[in-house]
């Protein structure tokens, strides 16, 4: 049972370079989300995506985008690479249940620790 | 959109003692509460959870207590053990926004 895996694990990156963070869950479920965490600090919002083909902006997401192609992959992609993106992000996914849709539990993917130079 | 503030941002106690963590909201309309422990270079991990209509829920030695009115929901540690030692956030998620907003975290050490 893989649940929410994420790769690379660790990444150094030029000032200016590209990449993307890969995350993926097989765990079916509809809603995902990409938070950072600076050193000691709480966990931002990215972006989310609430289905393929849907996503929105959370409460950091200049310098990011993302996309939603397939309910098991929601990718982030950094363009330009700056200092202030050192951080480390989690993937996340959850699912609703029951008649009501009730809000549940949020799994977290291992984690990327990215430095930008 | 939503807020939570958290408190402390650091907490020190002897083991055995009990460790309470507060937070606060700030749209009424919340209606999930979850609370996460982050041990050191970790994943946050699910402890214990809390919906708008309940007031109290334990699970062994942790319990979480929602005050709806005063829009603030506090996590309760009690007979603490070193393990016990990591960074818990709290979180809240409002319907229709589908988003989770973590609080700033506490880091709880358990002394031996």
């Known amino acids: 049972n893989a649940g929410v895996t994420q790769t690379p694990k660790f990444r150094i990156l030029k000032i200016g370079q590209s990449m993307t963070l890969q995350c993926a869950q097989d765990m079916n479920h509809n809603y995902m989300y990409w938070y950072r965490q600076d050193p000691g600090m709480g966990l931002k919002l990215i972006y989310y995506?609430?289905?393929?083909?849907?996503?929105d902006k959370g409460e950091v997401p200049n310098g990011y985008n993302v996309s939603r192609s397939t309910t098991e992959d929601f990718p982030l992609r950094l363009e330009l690479a700056a200092p202030s993106q050192t951080s480390v992000y989690f993937c996340a996914s959850t699912t609703r249940t029951g008649r009501g849709g009730l809000n549940t539990e949020a799994f977290f993917g291992q984690g990327t620790r990215l430095t930008v130079v | 959109g939503e807020n939570v503030e958290q408190h402390p941002s650091t907490l020190s106690v002897q083991e055995g003692d009990s460790a309470v963590i507060k937070c606060t909201y700030s749209?009424?309309?919340?209606?999930?509460f979850p609370w996460y422990k982050q041990e050191l270079g970790k994943r946050p991990q699910l402890i214990i959870d809390?919906?708008?209509?309940?007031g109290e829920k334990k699970d062994q030695r942790i319990a979480v207590t929602l005050n709806k009115t005063a829009k603030h929901f506090s996590l309760h540690i009690t007979e603490t053990q070193p393990e016990d030692s990591a960074v818990y956030f709290c979180a809240a998620m409002t319907p229709g926004t589908y988003k989770y907003i973590f609080g700033t975290g506490t880091r709880l050490k358990v002394l031996a």
């Open positions: 749209d009424s309309a919340s209606n999930y």
């Open positions: 995506s609430v289905g393929a083909g849907i996503t």
């Open positions: 809390i919906r708008s209509n309940v």
